[in-house]
């Protein structure tokens, strides 16, 4: 029943920026924690930033500095403005969100959006 989607991927110039935008539609669900994966040809999927529902947040040390994430709880939509972008930020970005369903901790995941840094 629940569905991320996520919208914003593109084509970007190293140094250019990017905003990538995740809606949860289609339940009232509260989710624990909301935020944005990313996975490179031949890497593994890895965490570049998270938001609580306390506004508490992390960023994978790769990208502090140059992104930064916003959580709407009660729209249950999160954002991931990223800048000084570099070519190895090349990734399929997925959002994430963690929630409890019937009280069982569970992940929902978009079908990500693909980000390419290149000159």
């Given at each position: 029943?629940?569905?991320?989607?996520?919208?914003?991927?593109?084509?970007?110039?190293?140094?250019?920026?990017?905003?990538?935008?995740?809606?949860?539609?289609?339940?009232?669900?509260?989710?624990?924690?909301?935020?944005?994966?990313?996975?490179?040809?031949?890497?593994?999927?890895?965490?570049?930033?998270?938001?609580?529902?306390?506004?508490s947040s992390d960023y994978a040390d790769s990208v502090k500095g140059r992104f930064t994430s916003s959580?709407?709880?009660?729209?249950?939509?999160?954002?991931?403005?990223?800048?000084?972008?570099?070519?190895?930020?090349?990734?399929?970005?997925?959002?994430?969100?963690?929630?409890?369903?019937?009280?069982?901790?569970?992940?929902?995941?978009?079908?990500?959006?693909?980000?390419?840094?290149?000159?």
């Amino acid at each position: 029943q629940v569905q991320l989607v996520e919208s914003g991927g593109g084509l970007v110039q190293p140094g250019g920026s990017l905003r990538l935008s995740c809606a949860a539609s289609g339940s009232s669900f509260r989710f624990n924690a909301m935020g944005w994966y990313r996975q490179a040809p031949g890497k593994q999927r890895e965490l570049v930033a998270a938001i609580t529902s306390g506004g508490s947040s992390d960023y994978a040390d790769s990208v502090k500095g140059r992104f930064t994430s916003s959580r709407d709880n009660a729209r249950n939509t999160v954002s991931l403005q990223m800048n000084s972008l570099k070519p190895e930020d090349t990734a399929v970005y997925y959002c994430n969100a963690k929630g409890l369903r019937w009280g069982v901790p569970i992940d929902y995941w978009g079908q990500g959006t693909q980000v390419t840094v290149s000159s």
